[in-house]
């Protein structure tokens, strides 16, 4: 089973995407754990609840302080090893092969980044690596959070259902994938290219993986260099 914690500020964000479809089958199946950790449960202040604090040196925004974070991660290790992933901009870029390189792990514990970011002795101590899903920014690292989480279970033998699906989708041998057609074979006039009703599968093959390298070129050229 891989166990995937999530620490956040805002609980309530998740349910929506983890408790539907294949990562519920998921965790149906007990492929996966899913477990959401509200950071404001490890606050110092029990009262306020209160998770940030003002950056040393002045600026704008607020960070993350270091204390409820420490606590958490301590919590939800127990004794167990786990991979510490914090969300940022400023991470790593995450694609597919980083996806897989996750898999290898049973423990996977996610900081959700928010405001200005987090203390810096929490990335120096307790954070295995910091993950960017792209070159923008987010309110927040939940929505990667929920992208990561979703992007490595999916890999994990027996999250989705036919493991051959997983084999020639987009990314598999650095190419994206080309046009699907389903019935009707004619639609207003616009038919389904004939090679896909003529039953060779060899040439059907050939076509799909021409289609692909030209779909490659055409939106990713860098991912064939
Ligand atoms: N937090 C805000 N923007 C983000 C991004 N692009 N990737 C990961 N975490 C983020």
């Not at 939940?142 to 084999?167: F, N, T, W, Y």
């Not at 639609?187 to 093959?205: Q, T």
Request: proline share 7%; glycine share 8%; hydrophobic share 35%.
């Amino acid at each position: 089973m891989h166990h995937f914690d999530i620490v956040t500020i805002f609980p309530d964000m998740f349910p929506a995407v983890f408790n539907d479809s294949i990562l519920k089958r998921g965790q149906e199946k007990k492929k996966i754990a899913i477990r959401i950790h509200d950071l404001r449960d490890y606050s110092q202040d029990p009262k306020r609840r209160s998770v940030d604090d003002r950056p040393f040196g002045g600026g704008p925004g607020m960070l993350l302080s270091a204390p409820p974070l420490f606590a958490a991660i301590q919590k939800i290790k127990g004794r167990r090893k786990a991979r510490v992933i914090y969300t940022s901009p400023a991470g790593v870029p995450f694609d597919q092969k980083h996806a897989k390189r996750l898999t290898r792990h049973n423990n996977l514990i996610i900081i959700c980044g928010r405001y200005e970011g987090i203390d810096e002795r929490v990335k120096l101590k307790c954070v295995d690596e910091e993950i960017s899903i792209g070159d923008y920014v987010l309110t927040g690292g939940e929505i990667p959070a929920m992208a990561i989480v979703d992007a490595v279970a999916r890999l994990i033998p027996g999250v989705v259902g036919k493991e051959d699906s997983l084999k020639n989708e987009s990314f598999e041998e650095d190419l994206l994938e080309g046009p699907h057609y389903t019935r009707p074979a004619n639609f207003r006039g616009l038919k389904v290219p004939d090679v896909l009703l003529s039953g060779n599968h060899e040439a059907i093959k050939r076509w799909r993986r021409e289609q692909a390298v030209a779909k490659t070129k055409k939106t990713r050229p860098d991912l064939l260099t």
